[in-house]
Each structure stands twice: as structure tokens, then as C-alpha cells.
């Protein structure tokens, strides 16, 4: 188990904002009674960098953003379990590059659907309980990845609906993922953490094999040999309750748990001995009143910037390329009051979207500098 090493004092952001970029409310917009979970622009495809996609309920629905602040519906897909509550969704594409949706939530079925035809492409069974989280492999688009409560970590081929690698075990997590993410340039690693209070880091490299496998296999997907991956390469307690969002950021990770604040830090790992290494904390960014888990903060394509919402409807955005932290801006509206689920930030930043307890969908802004 990593430890903190004594003497590494990290830096604190304040939250006194630097007015570095001012927001604006643009649209509200409110989708229905139920809470929306997840809401994620597609960063895979560059036709199609305006449009989002949201989760709440047995509903998945698809979005544009368009000038002066403008939210047009695109499509919506309804599940036929009306007692399914979608929790995450992830924008991938098949081998052809044509985008696909991938959501799941508290059913354990991961629904990929088909955008072009408006239609269910694949339906994965597997995970024994409710999915936190489904992320994409940026440099491969048709594979992802899902966090589920039932402590594992499974790695999928949208294309083939192969399930390839199963993240669990002897060295596995011992209470619900809530979060996953591939490394943005190491296309073998990825990073876990749940209400086990850890952030774990696994390596595909040995078994690489299976996941080009996956890609030729011909035979029923039920039949291919998914492998069981026990033991990650390195584990890391860098905070003291739920962890329930974490992103790298280069070689470094951002993790959030419930205690108010971002963290980034860098995994030391020793190669000689999986599961070892230290940790150095780098910065903290604070989150007044997040202190609800199931909050998910985001950051635009190029992380130099991620927005957090908090339980009483505000968002902090925070500058990720500086040190100190650097808060460019707090932003709040008399009538969001909900706790906000999850933020997303479009290409540039320029644009942040909050999805809420309460059903709606708020769209924020940068105003153009006079």
C-alpha cells in the first residue's frame, strides 16, 4: 500500500476566485422530475464536438449546443425496463469510426446504442450489480471500461461485445468502484477507486494479446476467454473516505472524494514490487459543501481546466496547468439550488454544462472578454 512520504507539503489553492474568465447562465434546461446523473460531450468525434448526451432515469437523451445559447434536442432513447436508472454514459465509435452511446446504471446492463440508427447495438451482461462508470479509450474509441458496484472493473469491446479483462480479485477493491479512467498516452493502464477509500492502478500490457484478440474473434462473444486481472501495479490511500471520481492528468491523478477537495498527485511505483510505491501529493483544490458522494467533476480536451459542482448548486472551476491552484471562477444562480452530479466541459472550456438532483440541465457561458 503506497504511503504519503513525510515532508511533502502540497499547495492549496484559494478560494478567492481570480476572475481569470467570466460565466454566464445562457439556458436552463429541464429534462424531467427524475435525477440526472451523467452528462458528457462527445470528445471522440470532431464533427460532432457541440453535441452531448445525459443520463437520468430509464432515459438516455442527445443534445447540440448551438449559438446564443441554444440547446436543441437531438434524439432520446427510452429503455424498456422502466425501472432502470442510468447512472454513467461514455461517447465511443465502432471500427468504422460511427459514434455510439454507452450507458449503464443500476440494472448492471450496459446498453450500447447505435446513434446513427437510433437503435440498440449491444446489450452487456456481466456485472453482478449497479455500474458507477463507463470511460473510453481515447487512442482506441471502441473499447471501454466499466466500474461497477459489484467491486470489479471490466474492460469491453463495443464493437465485438466481447468482455476481454475482468479488474478484480486477490488484489481487487473490496467495496464499489465508483470510478474509472484510462491513461490519456499509456494505452495499457488505467486508474480505480472506490468506497474502499483506495485509488488502484492496473496494467493490460501482459495481457494485450486478448485485447487485439477481441477485435478478429468470430465465434460468440460468450465464448471468448476473458481473463481475470487480480492484482494492480500499484494502490494508493490518498484520502481517508469514498473516493468517487478520478482522471489522470499526464502521468499524474486528480482523485475526489467526499472530504471537499480535489487532489493531485503522482504514483511512484517500483517495478521490482507490484503494489508498492509512494505517493507524492502535489496540489489540492478545494470543494466547499461536496462532501455527498456520487459527484463527478470534468475538464475540457486538453485539461487545462476542470468544473466541479457541489451540493447546493454551485460550480468551481479550476485552473489545472498552475501552481498554486488557481480558482478562474465560482459560479452560482439564484434558482440552481440542487446538488449537481456531474459537470462537463466542451473543447475549449468555453462552455460548461451542470446536470442536477432535480432534472435540469444548465449551460454556462464564457463571456468574451470587452
Same mark, same amino acid.
Given at each position: 500500500?503506497?504511503?504519503?512520504?513525510?515532508?511533502?507539503?502540497?499547495?492549496?489553492?484559494?478560494?478567492?476566485?481570480?476572475?481569470?474568465?467570466?460565466?454566464?447562465?445562457?439556458? /436552463?434546461? &429541464?429534462?424531467? *422530475?427524475?435525477? $440526472?446523473?451523467?452528462? %458528457?460531450?462527445?470528445?471522440?468525434?470532431? @464533427?460532432?464536438? =457541440? +453535441?452531448?448526451?445525459?443520463?437520468?432515469?430509464?432515459?438516455?437523451?442527445?443534445?447540440?449546443?448551438?449559438?446564443?445559447?441554444?440547446?436543441?434536442?437531438?434524439?432520446?432513447?427510452?429503455?424498456?425496463?422502466?425501472?432502470?436508472?442510468?447512472?454513467?454514459?461514455?461517447?465511443?465509435?465502432?471500427?468504422?469510426?460511427?459514434?455510439?452511446?454507452?450507458?449503464?446504471?443500476?440494472?448492471?446492463?450496459?446498453?450500447?446504442?447505435?446513434?446513427?440508427?437510433?437503435?440498440?447495438?449491444?446489450?452487456?451482461?456481466?456485472?453482478?450489480?449497479?455500474?458507477?462508470?463507463? /470511460?473510453? &479509450?481515447?487512442? *482506441?474509441?471502441? $473499447?471501454?471500461?466499466? %466500474?461497477?458496484?459489484?467491486?470489479?472493473? @471490466?474492460?469491453? =469491446? +463495443?464493437?465485438?461485445?466481447?468482455?476481454?479483462?475482468?479488474?478484480?480479485?486477490?488484489?481487487?477493491?473490496?467495496?464499489?468502484?465508483?470510478?474509472?479512467?484510462?491513461?490519456?498516452?499509456?494505452?495499457?493502464?488505467?486508474?480505480?477507486?472506490?468506497?474502499?477509500?483506495?485509488?488502484?492502478?492496473?496494467?493490460?500490457?501482459?495481457?494485450?494479446?486478448?485485447?487485439?484478440?477481441?477485435?478478429?474473434?468470430?465465434?460468440?462473444?460468450?465464448?471468448?476467454?476473458?481473463?481475470?486481472?487480480?492484482?494492480?501495479?500499484?494502490?494508493?490511500?490518498?484520502?481517508?473516505?469514498?473516493?468517487?471520481?478520478?482522471?489522470?492528468?499526464?502521468?499524474?491523478?486528480?482523485?475526489?472524494?467526499?472530504?471537499?477537495?480535489?487532489?493531485?498527485?503522482?504514483?511512484?511505483?517500483?517495478?521490482?514490487?507490484?503494489?508498492?510505491?509512494?505517493?507524492?501529493?502535489?496540489?489540492?483544490?478545494?470543494?466547499?459543501?461536496?462532501?455527498?458522494?456520487?459527484?463527478?467533476?470534468?475538464?475540457?480536451?486538453?485539461?487545462?481546466?476542470?468544473?466541479?459542482?457541489?451540493?447546493?448548486?454551485?460550480?468551481?472551476?479550476?485552473?489545472?496547468?498552475?501552481?498554486?491552484?488557481?480558482?478562474?471562477?465560482?459560479?452560482?444562480?439564484?434558482?440552481?439550488?440542487?446538488?449537481?452530479?456531474?459537470?462537463?466541459?466542451?473543447?475549449?472550456?468555453?462552455?460548461?454544462?451542470?446536470?442536477?438532483?432535480?432534472?435540469?440541465?444548465?449551460?454556462?457561458?464564457?463571456?468574451?472578454?470587452?
Amino acid at each position: 500500500m503506497a504511503k504519503t512520504p513525510l515532508g511533502c507539503e502540497a499547495a492549496v489553492g484559494s478560494l478567492t476566485a481570480s476572475k481569470k474568465r467570466e460565466y454566464r447562465v445562457t439556458n /436552463r434546461v &429541464q429534462e424531467g *422530475k427524475r435525477p $440526472l446523473y451523467a452528462v %458528457a460531450f462527445n470528445f471522440i468525434d470532431s @464533427r460532432y464536438f =457541440n +453535441v452531448f448526451a445525459t443520463v437520468g432515469g430509464n432515459r438516455v437523451t442527445v443534445y447540440q449546443c448551438l449559438e446564443g445559447g441554444v440547446v436543441a434536442v437531438l434524439q432520446s432513447y427510452v429503455d424498456e425496463d422502466k425501472e432502470e436508472s442510468f447512472y454513467t454514459l461514455s461517447w465511443a465509435c465502432n471500427v468504422d469510426g460511427l459514434p455510439y452511446l454507452v450507458a449503464g446504471g443500476i440494472n448492471g446492463i450496459i446498453r450500447v446504442i447505435d446513434t446513427a440508427s437510433e437503435k440498440i447495438h449491444k446489450s452487456f451482461v456481466g456485472h453482478g450489480d449497479s455500474i458507477n462508470e463507463i /470511460r473510453t &479509450q481515447p487512442l *482506441k474509441a471502441s $473499447l471501454v471500461v466499466s %466500474a461497477s458496484k459489484d467491486e470489479s472493473v @471490466r474492460l469491453w =469491446n +463495443v464493437h465485438t461485445g466481447i468482455c476481454i479483462l475482468i479488474f478484480s480479485g486477490a488484489g481487487g477493491h473490496r467495496n464499489e468502484v465508483l470510478s474509472v479512467d484510462f491513461h490519456p498516452s499509456d494505452i495499457y493502464r488505467i486508474a480505480s477507486c472506490g468506497m474502499d477509500n483506495t485509488v488502484k492502478i492496473w496494467s493490460m500490457k501482459e495481457f494485450w494479446t486478448y485485447v487485439e484478440k477481441s477485435f478478429t474473434w468470430t465465434d460468440l462473444p460468450s465464448k471468448f476467454p476473458t481473463k481475470y486481472v487480480q492484482f494492480p501495479v500499484f494502490i494508493a490511500s490518498v484520502h481517508s473516505n469514498y473516493v468517487d471520481c478520478n482522471r489522470w492528468l499526464g502521468d499524474f491523478i486528480l482523485s475526489k472524494s467526499v472530504d471537499n477537495e480535489i487532489v493531485l498527485w503522482e504514483p511512484k511505483t517500483k517495478e521490482q514490487s507490484p503494489g508498492e510505491g509512494a505517493v507524492d501529493i502535489l496540489q489540492k483544490y478545494p470543494v466547499p459543501e461536496c462532501d455527498i458522494w456520487f459527484i463527478k467533476f470534468s475538464c475540457d480536451f486538453h485539461y487545462n481546466a476542470a468544473a466541479i459542482g457541489n451540493r447546493e448548486g454551485k460550480i468551481f472551476v479550476w485552473e489545472l496547468q498552475s501552481s498554486p491552484p488557481v480558482l478562474i471562477a465560482r459560479l452560482t444562480h439564484v434558482q440552481c439550488k440542487s446538488p449537481i452530479r456531474q459537470t462537463a466541459m466542451s473543447f475549449d472550456g468555453s462552455t460548461i454544462l451542470s446536470c442536477c438532483e432535480d432534472g435540469t440541465i444548465w449551460r454556462w457561458d464564457a463571456v468574451a472578454a470587452s
